[in-house]
């Protein structure tokens, strides 16, 4: 899924829904201390699940943040911040974290949000059905020490842990409401606003009103908030054209100049990297995988410029590397390792002692086939013949995680922590690591991550990114940006590893 928890952009496409219209745009919202007017924004998708246990996150975050609150709040560039819990200590072996929690804030039930409500909705997300379960798999037990101590215990450190807790794993909702019969229809939780039941078209259209009770004045901007879902190109720019929604993730970029042509701000960010994703690095399928050089000659044989133009029509950055701008382990010099040079991937081709052999690559729907003609035409210059066969968008995922094709051009996410990065595409057990090749520096430098101190770590996260750069793990051509598109009543930042702002970084425009 997108990111913060997504697989790929790809696996989104997949699974939209049915898009909403109607409704007009909004008036702006209120200052701090108090909500007034209203506000409209679309999402690519509906709620996956408005039970806590079971709910997604990335581009639907807004839907849960309008209900919910989460323990922990991360800022625009993934920066940790107190929230519901308002500090938090580890112990010396990173294996119990204890937070204190706020004594002021209720669930819109009545009940007190304390410890106990607390523990008790962790260990239902981690055991329930919620597509990023999986966070919570090293938490081993969840309990109160007293009303106000939280206390969470890992089998092994998790250095993802406070990003999880600002994401669907720290979702709070009443325990009261747990199994109610419309527990997935009718959240219970602390958030800004209440869903109205009444005025909400389930699927296509989310109506909340402000919480009265709510303990953060300060980011509840609007008396009355409309979550609308819109799901093709065409139905978002007549939505702007018609005024009828105030922000939302711009679906198609090659409609951007429309959007600004109505008079909105278009605000980019990048999220993803788009390149040649090399699995096979052991060489089962493609022996010749199995060698450095060959893999750093796949780096030096594309025109990453090229593509950038040619295949995103230059909506993005160049780059050599799989971690973003805003990791500790960014280095502008391993970013631009790379330089378009066919010659030299020749000649690191001919040392590796295959000048020439052939992959087949699957043909991915959705990633448009000027980035597969230009990756075939490049490789072919320098001898490495590529065969395409075409998979379906439902088949694409599990084919790669099967193994079933050495490398695929393909776009993947960028991921707020190293350790996160590092469990998606690099280790030996990795998600995107499908033939699960192992590498013992790779392996050393990540428990350093896992286990180091906040020095040990940033230091282990650069050395990891300029290995794997090196090494040639993967193939990056560029970051792809994408785009947020916003009213004149609006101001919004992106969110790093996000797909979509989060709400509360959703504020009515000054002025």
Not at 55 to 64: I, P, T
Not at 267 to 272: G, N, Q, S
Not at 347 to 365: D, H
Request: proline share 6%; charged share 15%; with cysteine.
């Amino acid at each position: 899924m997108v990111r913060s928890s997504r697989l790929t952009a790809i696996a989104v496409v997949a699974g939209l829904g049915l898009a909403g219209c109607g409704g007009g745009g909004s008036s702006t919202g209120g200052s701090a201390g108090g909500a007034s007017g209203s506000v409209v924004l679309g999402s690519l998708v509906p709620p996956t699940s408005y039970a806590a246990n079971g709910a997604g996150w990335a581009n639907e975050s807004l839907l849960q943040q309008a209900v919910y609150d989460t323990l922990l709040h991360a800022d625009p560039d993934g920066k940790i911040l107190p929230w519901l819990a308002t500090e938090w200590s580890w112990n010396d072996t990173k294996t119990v974290l204890t937070l204190k929690l706020r004594t002021d804030v209720t669930f819109t039930d009545g009940t007190k949000l304390d410890a106990d409500a607390a523990a008790k909705n962790l260990l239902r997300f981690r055991d329930g059905t919620a597509p990023n379960k999986s966070f919570l798999a090293a938490v081993t037990d969840a309990k109160a020490v007293d009303a106000a101590t939280l206390q969470i215990t890992l089998k092994q450190p998790d250095p993802a842990m406070l990003t999880y807790l600002t994401q669907a794993p720290g979702l709070m909702e009443s325990p009261k409401h747990f199994g109610a019969a419309d527990e997935k229809t009718n959240p219970i939780g602390t958030g800004p606003y209440l869903l109205d039941t009444g005025k909400t078209v389930v699927g296509s259209s989310y109506a909340y009103t402000a919480n009265p009770n709510y303990f953060a004045k300060d980011q509840q901007h609007w008396k009355n908030l409309t979550i609308k879902v819109i799901t093709t190109p065409a139905t978002e720019v007549n939505a702007i054209k018609g005024g009828q929604i105030d922000g939302m993730n711009v679906i198609d970029a090659t409609t951007v100049a429309q959007i600004k042509g109505a008079g909105y701000t278009v605000v980019d960010h990048e999220l993803d990297w788009a390149g040649l994703a090399i699995f096979d690095r052991g060489g089962k399928l493609v022996p010749a995988l199995k060698d450095p050089k060959v893999r750093q000659a796949l780096n030096y044989a594309v025109d990453r410029a090229g593509l950038l133009k040619a295949a995103a029509q230059g909506n993005g950055t160049v780059t050599s590397s799989v971690f973003p701008t805003y990791s500790p382990g960014f280095d502008q010099a391993v970013d631009q390792y790379y330089t378009y040079d066919p010659a030299k991937a020749k000649q690191l081709l001919a040392e590796a002692g295959y000048p020439s052999f052939t992959m087949t690559l699957p043909q991915v729907p959705g990633l448009g086939q000027v980035q597969n003609d230009l990756l075939k035409q490049y490789l072919g210059a320098v001898g490495i013949t590529v065969k395409y066969v075409t998979v379906p968008l439902n088949n694409v995922i599990a084919d790669l995680l099967a193994g079933k094709y050495p490398a695929a051009n393909f776009q993947l996410q960028e991921d707020p922590t190293a350790w996160q990065e590092a469990n998606f595409l690099l280790t030996t057990g990795a998600t995107f690591n499908p033939f699960k090749v192992p590498d013992t520096t790779v392996d050393g430098l990540v428990k350093t991550i896992q286990t180091g101190s906040d020095a040990d770590v940033a230091t282990a996260t650069k050395a990891l990114n300029k290995y794997v750069t090196e090494q040639g793990f993967m193939a990056p051509y560029y970051r792809v940006k994408g785009f947020w598109a916003q009213s004149s009543k609006i101001s919004a930042e992106p969110q790093a590893g996000n797909a979509i702002p989060y709400l509360y970084s959703i504020t009515p425009a000054k002025g």
